[in-house]
């Protein structure tokens, strides 16, 4: 239903003309918060559209893992200790979210470099396994009973797995990575596994097994 009040006011915020203010509006059944989330989120992509280098920075912290996707232009932060020196101060502190933004900023102005938080997220570590690649690929998996030196590269494609009625990609046919004659599954007991998190330069991925 026509609202010119509330394409007034997307206006007004963003600056858009008329007709894009009603489309968005209309593909968001005339939702004011509905469409501002889709405004902000497209905005989003297309401020991190502009970075060339990610890093993916995890840390313990008191009972929780903190995992941080960071997107920025230089290569000198790939190929110093920057990242591990921001991780050691972060790791020392009480962190929240809003402490997390701070430090991110704080990181920014010092390197004189922009720095794009992309995600933020927490988990209790409680019967957690993660592995962090290099700051660029990074596994988690939620496991019902304590497990010790798994070190899993999972793929995970999204066509394969609409596709097929299992992901040939899928953790049970990963190769453990110490060792690539051995296989995940013969090293742990998949009945045990609640879910797992992946997150790689294309996205972040939860699924169970």
Known sequence: MLNINLILKIKKKYNFDIGNCKKILESNNWNFEKSIYYIENIIKKNEKNNFNNFSIISVENDDKIIILKIFYKSTIINNSNILNNFKQKISALKLNILILKKEINLLSLKLKEKIFLDKIIIFINKNIYYYNHKNIFFC?????????????????????FLKFNYCRYNLIKQKYIKDDNIYVKNIINFNYLNYSILINKNGFYFYYE
């Not at 939620?142 to 497990?147: D, T």
């Not at 030196?149 to 793929?155: G, Q, V």
Request: glycine share 0%; hydrophobic share 45%.
């Open 140 to 160: 988690l998996l939620n496991y019902k009973k304590i497990i010790t030196n798994i070190c899993c590269h999972i793929i995970f494609n999204k066509i394969n």
